[in-house]
Each structure stands twice: as structure tokens, then as C-alpha cells.
């Protein structure tokens, strides 16, 4: 598996070995063994696999505060997404900046995102699948979020409108969010 380094604490993009042949192929998309040889020693609890209908579906900017924060490592299964994560560790050098990387059925990349980061992603295709693991549980009442389009964070999302739920339309600024990360 190959590593690379983003810039920002602990954020890396995953690339796994494919083994393609006349059948098709197979790859490890997780081993805890490669993961900490690696430096990730995340132990995940729960696997989410979420389905956009739709081109243009932009899900997020959403964290778990403490003592519910989550590390995931997202994948796509199925299309491609534009994935972006915004950091919110107070102590980071890259405090407040974002990072965004396309993940893909095609490239088979996957973001591992440490806890701390606010996370979103724009659908690229109709009928995206993700996969994502988490290493916390979901806890309604810790469920945080920032607002998509955030001036403060000029995230270049490449698309004017997307298709954004009720939900995440009401979510606050980051000015709003940052007495939740140290």
C-alpha cells in the first residue's frame, strides 16, 4: 500500500496494490497490521456505506465533537466524489485550512481523515457509493457541522448549486464551530 502525506497531521491518501487479471481484480482496502506499520492506529467500530442518487450532491461538512470525535478512512465503491476535509485541531499548523482530493471507483484511493477534521464531499456522478469506517461510535447529541459554503473557508467545491440537505443548509460557520477542537 502505498502512503502519501497531504501536508496536514495524520491526513493521508491510501492507495492499495490492485491485482487485476481476466476475472478483474482484488485489493486490501484495510489492514490493521499495514495501517499501524504505517502509522495509523485507528481500531474502527462501525462501517457506513452511503448511497447519492444524484450528480452534484454535496453531504457535509459534518464531525463528532469529543468525547465522540471519529477517524474514518472513506473509499469509494462505486463513481468518484470530490472529498474534502477541514481542520479543526486549535494546536494544528494547518488550523482552519481545508484539503480536497477525488477518490474514485477508477483511481481506488482512500482518504484517511484523523479525528479533528470536519468532512464533506460533492458527488462527481449520478449513483455514487461510499464506504466509510469510523473508529467511534455515532452519538446524535455530539454531531457538529459546518456550513458548506463558508466564506471564511472559500472551499472550491466547482459547482455553484449543489443538491444540499435541510439539514446541512442550516449548519453554522466555522467561527460558529471552533471551541469544539483543542
Known sequence: M??????????????PIIHKDGRGFFFESYS???FAESGIHSIFVQDNHVKSSDKNVLRGLHYQKPPY??????RVVKGSIYDVVVDLRKSSKTFKQWYGVE???KNF????????F???????ESN???????????DPKSEGG???????????????????????????TLSFSLDIFQ
Do not use: M
Open 2 to 15: 502505498k502512503v502519501t502525506e497531504t501536508g496536514f497531521s495524520d491526513l493521508y491518501i491510501l492507495e
Open 32 to 34: 490493521q497490521k499495514k
Open 69 to 74: 470525535a471519529q477517524s474514518k478512512l472513506i
Open 103 to 105: 477518490l474514485s471507483d
Open 109 to 116: 484511493k482512500q482518504l484517511f481523515v484523523p479525528r479533528g
Open 118 to 124: 470536519a468532512h464533506a464531499y460533492l458527488t462527481l
Open 128 to 138: 455514487c457509493e461510499v464506504l466509510y469506517k469510523v473508529d467511534n461510535v455515532y
Open 146 to 172: 459546518v456550513l458548506w459554503n463558508d466564506p471564511e473557508l472559500s472551499i472550491d467545491w466547482q459547482v455553484f448549486e449543489p443538491i444540499v440537505s435541510e439539514k446541512d443548509k442550516k449548519l453554522q
